[in-house]
């Protein structure tokens, strides 16, 4: 399923309807996950899984007005990404970073925004706590029970901080963790 996503992003992302369709099914879930971290314009948010549509960057940069740094390993995503937000005037605020998020050492970064397709999760939150500042807010986006088998997830053995429930088809929850 996630590369079907994947192939599909790429596909859509110099499409403009379907890339603000494709944006505006995201925006209630970033809004939940805004208040969820406290995420404010001070903040600099690592999006990691930005995909070729990064629609999380996009939001995080329009209602907050947060730095973005948008991740991803894939450097088609990451061209096509870049060159579609130039293309709508969409680029502000938002870096692009082509990086395995379980493995490089981000840059300094109070907060960060997991996608749905990223893997492996515990061990990106293994990552992600050990390089985040101290009060470091880390959202993960949780797939629904349905969709355990398409999407990693993280188990119960790393208890979070807070809970957001999502009404996405896929997604089931976002839930938060604080470096601490």
């Given at each position: 399923?996630?590369?079907?996503?994947?192939?599909?992003?790429?596909?859509?992302?110099?499409?403009?309807?379907?890339?603000?369709?494709?944006?505006?099914?995201?925006?209630?879930?970033?809004?939940?996950?805004?208040?969820?971290?406290?995420?404010?314009?001070?903040?600099?948010?690592?999006?990691?899984?930005?995909?070729?549509?990064?629609?999380?960057?996009?939001?995080?940069?329009?209602?907050?007005?947060?730095?973005?740094?948008?991740?991803?390993k894939d450097e088609e995503?990451?061209?096509?990404?870049?060159?579609?937000?130039?293309?709508?005037?969409?680029?502000?605020?938002?870096?692009?970073?082509?990086?395995?998020?379980?493995?490089?050492?981000?840059?300094?970064?109070?907060?960060?925004?997991?996608?749905?397709?990223?893997?492996?999760?515990?061990?990106?939150?293994?990552?992600?706590?050990?390089?985040?500042?101290?009060?470091?807010?880390?959202?993960?986006?949780?797939?629904?029970?349905?969709?355990?088998?398409?999407?990693?997830?993280?188990?119960?053995?790393?208890?979070p901080d807070a809970?957001?429930?999502?009404?996405?088809?896929?997604?089931?929850?976002?839930?938060?963790?604080?470096?601490?």
């Amino acid at each position: 399923m996630t590369n079907t996503f994947q192939s599909w992003e790429k596909m859509c992302c110099n499409i403009t309807p379907l890339f603000k369709l494709y944006n505006m099914l995201y925006s209630k879930v970033v809004k939940k996950e805004i208040f969820l971290g406290s995420l404010s314009k001070n903040d600099v948010i690592l999006n990691i899984g930005c995909g070729a549509i990064p629609f999380t960057a996009v939001h995080l940069s329009s209602i907050i007005g947060a730095k973005v740094i948008a991740v991803d390993k894939d450097e088609e995503a990451i061209e096509k990404a870049s060159y579609t937000l130039e293309k709508h005037n969409l680029a502000d605020n938002i870096e692009f970073v082509k990086a395995d998020a379980s493995e490089f050492a981000p840059v300094s970064f109070t907060a960060s925004i997991v996608a749905l397709q990223v893997e492996p999760k515990e061990k990106i939150l293994d990552n992600l706590l050990s390089h985040g500042e101290n009060g470091a807010r880390i959202i993960f986006r949780q797939p629904r029970d349905v969709f355990k088998t398409q999407y990693d997830y993280i188990s119960k053995a790393y208890p979070p901080d807070a809970v957001v429930s999502q009404s996405m088809k896929t997604i089931d929850k976002s839930i938060l963790y604080i470096k601490k």
